[in-house]
């Protein structure tokens, strides 16, 4: 089991930048593929972005390309989201995942985190 805990969250205007960090404890970070999922007010989770094992792969939501890059750093435990170019419509609650596929981590994770609030104002 992979503990996920985010970070980064906060209030920034529009066409700014933010970037979010995720910490996982627990099992070898290496074994999982991990991701972003977020959800805006009142609406469902939906994907954002995935990274493989290693980083060789990556996926992203057709909203987010070229605007959000998603890395990680195996020896810190740590997987990122930068951010830029924020949109009101980027507004949401944000969620780090990890699951041992690539294909789930994608379309239903196995290990969620608590969330991070990312508020774009206009």
């Known amino acids: 089991q992979v503990r996920l805990a985010e970070s980064g969250g906060g209030l920034v205007q529009a066409g700014g930048s933010l970037r979010l960090s995720c910490a996982a404890s627990g099992r070898t970070f290496s074994d999982y593929h991990l991701g972003w999922f977020r959800q805006p007010p009142g609406k469902e989770r939906t994907f954002v972005a995935a990274i493989s094992q290693k980083g060789y792969s990556t996926r992203y939501a057709d909203s987010v390309k070229g605007r959000f890059t998603i890395s990680r750093d195996n020896a810190k435990n740590t997987v990122y989201l930068q951010m830029n170019s924020l949109e009101p419509e980027d507004t949401a609650l944000y969620y780090c995942?990890?699951?041992?596929?690539?294909?789930?981590?994608?379309?239903?994770?196995?290990?969620w985190g608590q969330g991070t609030q990312v508020t774009v104002s206009s």
């Open positions: 995942v990890a699951d041992p596929n690539f294909s789930g981590v994608a379309r239903a994770p196995g290990f």
